[in-house]
C-alpha cells in the first residue's frame, strides 16, 4: 500500500469509526429509550388493572351490601312479632314492596298457611308450583344451624380484608351506591309506616313517607344500620351445599335461601318464628333487587374499562363501560355464596393499541434517522477520498507524462543536434553519408512533429475543441496512400507491413487528418511493442455484420496486451510500464487520443487479442 | 253540570227498572260506576254475569292545575336506529320537551351497548338543555334495553318523595334486547315491581325489528301504555299523545276493592291482571287519565234466585291519590240486580255497552292466546279458536240484539281465515299484541284507528 493510499485509509478510518460509534450510540439509546417506554406502558396497564381489580372488589362490596341491605330489611320485618293482623299485613306488603314478591307461612311440616292453596290466584299458583315440593321434601329452615359466628373460612376472611384496603382507594361509586342504599332503606321504613298507617282507613297524610327525622324512622334506621354492619360477620358457608345464612335472635331463626327455579334464580328470606311452629317468609321480586344492583357498578368506567355483573348461569345482568366481546377479564371476584350464589363481577380491559406500537414506531423511526445520517456522512466521506485519490492518481500520471513527454523530445532532439553538428563541422566527407545524416534529421523532425501533433491534439480532445471535417472517403485507397507513405519507417523498425486491402471500394464518413492519426498511432504503437514479432498486418474490410461503415484492423505479433491492463490500455496517460526506466518510450497519450478520435468520429476503437498471440486493434467508422 | 244532570236522568231510569244505586260520585275527580251486563238475570238458575267497575276521569278544568311530571325519556340507541328513525325520534323528543313545564322533572338516557343517562332528572327549565343533548344523539352499538329501564327507573326514584307527581318512563326501541335480561318473562317481573313503586313504563316499539311480548307485557305490568309505530314518520303523534295521557293524570295509585255478597262468586277478571281472594276481588291501577274510562270486568256466578228478587250483586270501593287536589279520597258504589222469570224483561235490560266491553276485551284475549298458537306453529288451533269465541259472542250478541257485538263477531272470521291460511306476519303479530294490550287496558291514545 503507498504512503498516499495509507494516509487516505487512515482518514477513512477516522471518519468510519466515530460515524459508526455515533450511529450504534444513537440506536442503544433508542433502544433503552424504548423499553423505558414499554416499561412505562406496563406500569400503567398494571396500575390500570390493578384499578379495575379493586373496583370490581368494590363492585362486589357494593352489590352484596344492597343484597344485604334488602335482606335485613325483609327479615326485620318478617321478624317483629305480629300475631293478630298477619294477613293483612302481609297482604299489603306484596301489594305496595316492590320487593316483595310472595308473602308466605308455612308451618315447620311444610304444609302452606298461605298462600291459600284452595283460592291461590295466578301468582300464587306460580309460587306453589315452585315452592312446595322443596318446602315439604328439604326445607332451608330444616338444614341444621351452620357454625357459630365468627368461623369464617380463612380465605373469605382474607378476601374482605382486601376488599376494604380496596375500599380506601376506590371511592367513585359510594355516593350512588349510597343512594340505592337509601332508597332500599327507605324502602322498609316506609313499609312498616304504611302498614302500620292502614290499619283502618288509608289516608294521604299516613300513606306519605315520613320523614327521617321523626322518632319512628330514626329507630328503625338505628336498628337497620346497625344490621348491615352487623351482616358480613354473619355470612356462613353451609356444608350442605345449599349455601345458606342464618342469624339466630330473641326473635327466632332467620336465613336467607337463593335457590335457582327452571333455570331462574328465586330468593326467600324466611323467619321462624319463636317456637318454630310457623315459618313466615317472603319471595323476592328478583327483578326488583337486580334492578337496583346497576347502581352498584362503577358510576364512570375510565375508557377502556368495562364491568359486568353476571349471575349464576353465566349471563350478563349489568354492564357499564367498554366490555369487549370474547375476551378474558382481568378480574373476576365471585360474590358471596350465602346471598347470590355463583354470581360475580368481572372487570375487563381493553389497552389502547396506541401504548407499545407507538414505542416500536419512534424506535424504528429514530433507527432509521440514525442510519441515514451515519450512510450520509459514511457516503460523503468515501466520495471525497475518493475524490482525492483520483486527483493523487491523475497528478501522478501528469508528472510521470511530463517526465515522459520530455524524454520522448529529447531523444529525436539529441539525435537531431548530433547529426548536424557533424554535418556543420564538416566531418562528413562522404557525401552518401551527409544524406543518410539529412534524412535521418529529417525522419527525427517528423518523429517531433507527430508528438508535438499528438499533445495539442491531446490538449483539443481534452478541452472539447477538437473540429473534424467530415468527408466521404473510400477507406481502402486512404489506408493504401497512408502506408505507401509509412511503410518505410516500418521496414526500418524491422517490421513487415503486409496490406489486406479490399479490391473494391469500402467508403466511410470520415476526417482524413483524424483518420491518419489514429492508424499512424496503431502503427506508431505496432513499432514500438511489437518489433520482436516480425510482422504487423493492416486490413481493411467492411463490417461483417454488413452494415455500412467499415473498419480498420491492425494486428502484430507481439507481446500484446496483459488480460488485467486491456480495459485500461486506453485510458490517458496510461502505460503498460509506468517506470521511467521502462525500457519503451512513450506518453501514453496514443491508444487515448485514437479512441477519441474514433468516437469522435463516431465509430470506436477496440482491443482484440489476437489469435495466435499478439494484439489486434480494430477501428470502426461509420 | 250537563254530565251530572245526564248521569242523573240514567240513574233515575235504572231505579225504575229496579236496581238501586247505593252511592255515587259527588265532586269527585273521579266517578265511580258499577254497570252489569243485564240488570235483570233469569230467576232460578245459575247465571253468569258480568260486572264493569268503570271509572270515569273528570276532565282537567285548567292546565296549570295539572300535577308536575317525573318522567325519564329512554331511548334506543343501538346501530339499528341509523337513518330516518333516529332523525325521527330525536325530532320527537324535541316537540316532547315543547310541552312540558319548567317545573316537570325530565331525565334522558340512552342505550346501546351501554347505558348512559344524558341528562340526570331535574327540571326542565327553558328545556335548552336537553334539546341540545337530544339533537347529539347518534346510534350505535347493540340494545341494553334492561339497562335502560332500569335506569331510567334509577332516575325517576330520585323524586319519588313527591307523591304528588306522575311518575313515568317512556321507552322507544326498534330492536331485541340483547343486553342483560331480555325475556318478557324478566322484563314483565319488572314492570310488576316498577308499577309498585308507582312508576308506569310506556313502551314505544319502533319499525318491525322489537319483540313486542316484551314490550306490551313491561307496559301492561307497570300500567303504562303501550305503542307499535310501524313508520317512524308515526313518532311525534305518538310522543303527543303520550304526553297527552300523562299531562292529564288525574288520579295515581289507584286501589279498587270489590266485595261480592254471599251468592255472588268473582270467577276471574277479563282483560286485566287483577287479584280475587274469596269474595273479594282487587285491582290496582297506576293512574287515571282525565276525560277517559278504564274499567275492569269481572265474571261472577250468580247463584239462583227467585223471580222478583233484588239482591246486590257488587260493591266497589275506590282509592286514590287525588293527583288535582293533592289529597287521598275514596269513591265507593254498588249495584243491585233484579231477578225475572220474563225472558224478554231481562233481554230488554241488556247493557249493550257493557257487553261490548265484554266482548272486546274476550277478542283481545283470544288473539293473544292466538299468537301463542300460531306460535306453536298451530294455525288452525288459533283460527278455530278465534271462531269459537266469535261465534260465542256472536249468538249473545243475537240474543240481545247488540249490534256493535255482532260488528266485533263480523270481524274475528276474516282474521280467523288469514290466520289459518298466511300464520301471523311479523306486522300483523306486532299489531295484535299492541291492540290487544290496548283494549285490555283502555288505552286511548295511540291506536291506529284513533289517531
Known sequence: MSPVSRRIFLYWVLLFVPTLAAGGGAILLLRREQARVAEQGAYADEARRAAIAARARLSVESVELLVGDVQTGLLDTLAEPRARDVEQFMEQWERSNPLVRMAFRVTAGGEFLRPDPAAANEEARGFLRRFSRPFQENPPWAIPPAPAIGTMPGEQIKRERDADEMRQDVTSNVAQVQSARRDVQQLFKAQELAVRGRTSEGSYAEDRRVPAASSAPANASAVDVGRAKERPMARNEAKSGAAYPELNDAAGRRGWWPTSVDGRLHLIAWVELPGGGEVRGVEVETAALLSRLESALPAAPGSGEGFVLRDGSGRIVHQRGAVPRNAEPVVRVPLAAALLPGWEVLGYFTAAPAGSAAGAGVFWLGALLAGVFVAAILAGGSLLLWQARRSEEEAAQKTSFVANVSHEFKTPLTTIRLYSELLEQGRVRDGEQGRAYLRTIGRETQRLARLVNNALDFSRLEQGRKKYAREEIDLGAEIGRLLDTHAPRVTEAGLRLERNLPATPVSVMADRDALEQIVLNLIDNACKYAADGGQVAVTVAKPRDGQSGGEVRVSDRGPGVPAEQRGRVFEKFHRVDDALTAEKTGAGLGLSIARQLARGLGGELRYVAREGGGAEFVLELP | ?451
Do not use: W
Open chain 2, 1 to 451: 253540570m250537563k254530565i251530572r244532570i245526564a248521569c242523573f236522568v240514567s240513574l233515575t231510569a235504572v231505579a225504575l227498572l229496579g236496581a238501586v244505586p247505593l252511592a255515587f260520585a259527588g265532586n269527585d275527580t273521579v266517578q265511580l260506576r258499577v254497570d252489569v251486563d243485564r240488570a235483570v238475570l233469569p230467576a232460578d238458575s245459575t247465571e253468569k254475569a258480568v260486572v264493569k267497575i268503570a271509572l270515569d276521569g273528570v276532565r282537567l278544568p285548567r292546565r296549570e292545575t295539572r300535577p308536575p311530571i317525573n318522567l325519564a325519556l329512554v331511548i334506543d340507541r343501538s346501530g339499528s336506529m341509523t337513518g330516518d328513525k333516529i332523525v325521527k325520534a330525536r325530532e320527537a323528543a324535541l316537540e316532547a320537551v315543547e310541552r312540558f313545564a319548567p317545573d316537570d322533572i325530565v331525565s334522558l338516557v340512552v342505550f346501546d351497548n351501554r347505558i348512559d343517562t344524558l341528562v340526570p332528572a331535574q327540571r326542565v327549565g327553558d328545556g335548552r338543555r336537553l334539546r341540545e343533548v337530544i339533537c347529539n344523539i347518534e346510534p350505535r352499538g347493540g340494545t341494553a334495553l334492561h339497562g335502560g329501564v332500569t335506569r331510567g327507573a334509577a332516575e325517576i326514584r330520585k323524586n319519588l318523595e313527591d307523591r304528588s307527581s306522575i311518575n313515568r318512563v317512556i321507552l322507544l326501541s326498534d330492536g331485541l334486547a340483547n343486553v342483560g335480561p331480555s325475556s318478557p318473562e324478566e322484563l314483565g317481573r319488572l314492570g310488576t315491581s316498577l308499577m309498585k313503586e308507582g312508576i308506569s313504563v310506556t313502551t314505544i316499539g319502533l319499525g318491525l325489528g322489537f319483540n313486542e311480548d316484551l314490550m306490551t307485557r313491561l307496559a301492561q305490568r307497570s300500567d303504562g301504555n303501550t305503542y307499535f309505530v310501524e313508520h317512524s314518520s308515526d313518532l311525534s303523534r305518538i310522543f303527543a299523545a303520550e304526553l297527552g295521557d300523562v299531562m292529564n293524570v288525574i288520579a295515581r295509585r289507584v286501589v279498587i276493592e270489590i266485595d261480592f255478597p254471599r251468592g255472588m262468586r268473582p270467577l276471574c277478571f277479563v282483560g286485566r291482571d287483577g287479584t280475587i281472594r274469596g269474595q273479594r276481588a282487587e285491582l290496582r291501577l297506576n293512574q287515571l287519565y282525565g276525560g277517559q274510562e278504564k274499567f275492569a270486568l269481572i265474571e261472577v256466578e250468580v247463584s239462583p234466585a227467585e223471580a222478583g228478587a233484588e239482591r246486590e250483586i257488587a260493591r266497589a270501593r275506590v282509592s286514590y291519590d287525588d293527583a288535582v287536589n293533592q289529597r287521598a279520597a275514596t269513591v265507593t258504589a254498588a249495584r243491585t240486580i233484579q231477578f225475572s222469570a220474563n225472558r224478554k224483561t231481562v233481554v230488554s235490560s241488556a247493557d249493550h255497552k257493557v257487553q261490548a266491553d265484554y266482548a272486546a276485551n274476550v277478542m283481545a284475549l283470544a288473539k293473544d292466546e292466538a299468537i301463542v298458537l300460531v306460535d306453536a306453529d298451530r294455525r288452525d288451533a288459533a283460527a278455530a279458536l278465534l271462531r269459537e269465541r266469535a261465534d260465542e259472542l256472536r249468538k249473545s250478541a243475537e240474543v240481545y240484539s247488540n249490534l256493535t257485538v255482532k260488528e266485533l263477531a263480523a270481524g274475528a272470521a276474516p282474521a280467523a281465515a288469514k290466520i289459518e291460511r298466511d300464520g301471523l306476519s311479523n306486522a300483523e303479530r306486532k299489531l295484535y299484541r299492541t291492540e290487544s294490550a290496548q283494549t285490555r287496558n283502555q288505552q286511548s291514545s295511540g291506536s291506529p284507528s284513533t289517531p
